[in-house]
Structures are given as C-alpha cells and as structure tokens.
C-alpha cells in the first residue's frame, strides 16, 4: 500500500522561499508520476506541479519560474521548491500519486 509524508511547511515571509519534501513508501517507486497539489482556505484543490517518470515537469501557471519539482527516485522522494513566495501561495500543500495523497503540509506566507 502506498504511503506518502510530506514534510518542510511553516511560516515564511513573502518573498521567502521552502522546500517541501514527499516520502513514499511504494515498491517501484521510478513507475510513478508524483503531484503536489494545494488547498487554500474555501478554495478547491489545485494542482501545483507534476513530475512523470521520464522526469517531464508540468507547472500551475501561478507557480511558474518560482516552484520547481524534482524527485529522487533512489530515495523514494519528490520535492517541491518554492521561490518568491507571495501570500496567495499560503494553503495545504499534499503529495499524491494515483489516488494516494499525504497528510498535508501548512504552508502560510505572511510578514
């Protein structure tokens, strides 16, 4: 069964960054294509970043040339870094993979 453990919110100011990290306890864990996603307070779910198997990326419009994903196949890991971060970035950040997502982690930029 797939697991996921993000982990790296907290408080930062705007213009700050972080860097978020997904754990996954999978067996092959090179075969997945690996997501964040965010949810702000009374807004939907929203897709933030996604990295394939092949390592292509794919980017909110919101969030591009600031965030970058990456993944660390050897170590069961992805990645989020998050650059330049505005108030509006301040929500839950999660990790999913097919229908497996993580706990979530708080992200809030604020001065």
């Known amino acids: 069964q797939v697991q996921l453990v993000e982990s790296g919110g907290g408080l930062v100011q705007p213009g700050g960054s972080l860097r978020l990290s997904c754990a996954a306890s999978?067996?092959?864990?090179?075969?997945?294509?690996m997501d964040w996603y965010r949810q702000a307070p009374g807004q939907q779910r929203e897709l933030v970043a996604q990295i394939t198997p092949d390592l292509t990326t794919n980017y909110a419009d919101s969030v591009k040339g600031r965030f970058t994903i990456s993944r660390d196949n050897a170590k069961k890991m992805v990645y989020l870094q998050m650059n330049s971060l505005k108030p509006e970035d301040t929500a839950v950040y999660y990790c999913r993979t097919g229908d497996r997502w993580g706990q979530g982690t708080q992200v809030t930029v604020s001065s």
């Open positions: 999978v067996t092959i864990f090179t075969f997945y294509t």
